[in-house]
């Protein structure tokens, strides 16, 4: 059974730091590009961050750039979303995904809720 399950999300101060993690099980994805994404109540899903399969490429939505990090370590089928001086407008369900061999995102996690604050 393929599966994406994130950790890592809890409450902090705004200017602190999290570190969320989103565990890979069921096949290796070390092929796939893997993102992070965000919902907040009453919005829609937003994209954060993506990581291509060797980890060598990475994007950013400009909100978080310069304060985000996304990284992976293939061989232990994780990747890392590392978000440091945390703002009142980042919080939300923080969910793991993964393209699966595909261009789209097609293998969700459950999600990790991010509460910032101020």
């Known amino acids: 059974q393929v599966q994406l399950v994130e950790s890592g999300g809890g409450l902090v101060q705004a200017g602190g730091s999290l570190r969320l993690s989103c565990a890979a099980s069921?096949?290796?994805?070390?092929?796939?590009?893997m993102g992070w994404f965000r919902q907040a109540p009453g919005k829609e899903r937003e994209f954060v961050a993506q990581?291509?399969?060797?980890?060598?490429?990475?994007y950013y939505a400009n909100s978080v750039k310069g304060r985000f990090t996304i990284s992976r370590d293939n061989a232990k089928n994780t990747v890392y979303l590392q978000m440091n001086s945390l703002k009142p407008e980042d919080p939300g369900v923080y969910y793991c995904?993964?393209?699966?061999?595909?261009?789209?995102?097609?293998?969700w996690g459950q999600g990790t809720q991010v509460t910032v604050s101020s």
């Open positions: 995904a993964a393209t699966g061999g595909t261009t789209v995102y097609n293998v």
């Open positions: 069921g096949r290796t994805f070390s092929s796939d590009a």
């Open positions: 990581i291509t399969g060797s980890g060598g490429s990475t």
